[in-house]
């Protein structure tokens, strides 16, 4: 597969919210001489509550966690663990003397969002242990080779998570207590799907209560993706007609 490396100014970019998050976090540091840590080494309530406030990131915004809880630590703010492991796994910056202070390749990439946005595809999809994210860790088969070509076709007009489980896997709702189905479905979502939302590949609809859990999420390919990958399944797309 290619990946394209965007002009820095394309305005597609903005829909990246990991992006802008790994942006804003390499502001804050240069900021604040780091990102302070915890004795077990987690970025501190400080930056948590910050990044809860500041990133593009709606649904783990700061009015909507502190609901929940009255304050905000690194485990609970998604985007915040996230970009933590992740910068460790790209070797962007090391903890040293009680702070994280990003590399200088890092902020030099702050510099050219095309860049930083190709480097993140390539990061986070690809070289990622996605296992970190999931609560009780399963494998299901598969590459990002596959994955990536089949919801090219499958997301070109709008799939639900159910009709990708099934292509995937053979696996389909039956009830609560189907394990093989939920063990599917949280790898297909923290491995492919969640990954491709936030490097904002992928729109994520949410539909009302009266469909099955499989079926409340729809997920459409943005103009970001059509503009990034080139993919052997791009001859098999047909032009999507909104009536």
């Known amino acids: 597969m290619d990946i394209r490396t965007l002009d820095d100014s394309d305005p597609l970019l ?10 804003k976090a390499i502001g804050f540091a240069q900021e604040n001489d780091g990102i302070g840590l915890t004795k077990s080494r987690a970025f501190n309530r400080k930056f948590a509550t910050w990044a809860a406030e ?3 990131w709606p649904e783990y915004s700061a009015d909507q966690l502190l609901r929940i809880q009255k304050v905000l630590n690194e485990e609970d703010v998604l ?23 990003f590399s200088k390749k890092a902020e030099v990439l702050s510099q050219t969002p ?17 296992s970190r994210l999931q609560r009780f860790p399963f ?30 896997y053979g696996v389909e709702y039956s009830g ?20 491709l939302s936030w490097l904002g590949y992928l ?9 099955s859990p499989s079926d409340r999420t729809t997920y459409t390919k943005t103009p970001l993706w059509q503009r990034t990958f080139r993919l052997d399944t791009d001859d098999e797309l047909r032009p999507f007609i909104v009536h």
């Open 203 to 211: 729109d994520a609809t949410e539909l009302d209560g009266r469909h």
């Open 114 to 130: 095309g860049v930083l946005q190709a480097a993140l595809t390539r990061g986070f999809l690809f070289e990622f242990d996605h």
């Open 139 to 168: 494998v299901a088969p598969g590459n990002w080779d596959i994955w990536l070509n089949v919801i090219n076709v499958e997301a070109h007009g709008g799939v639900s998570e159910a009709a990708l489980l099934k292509t995937f």
């Open 14 to 23: 903005g829909s990246s919210k990991l992006l802008d998050a790994v942006q």
């Open 54 to 56: 500041n990133f593009n």
């Open 176 to 195: 609560a207590g189907g394990r093989e189905f939920w063990d599917h479905a949280s790898f297909l979502m923290w491995h492919v799907l969640k990954p």
């Open 79 to 101: 985007p915040v663990l996230v970009l933590h492991e992740l910068m460790i796994s790209m070797k962007l910056g090391r903890h040293t003397k009680g702070k994280w202070r």
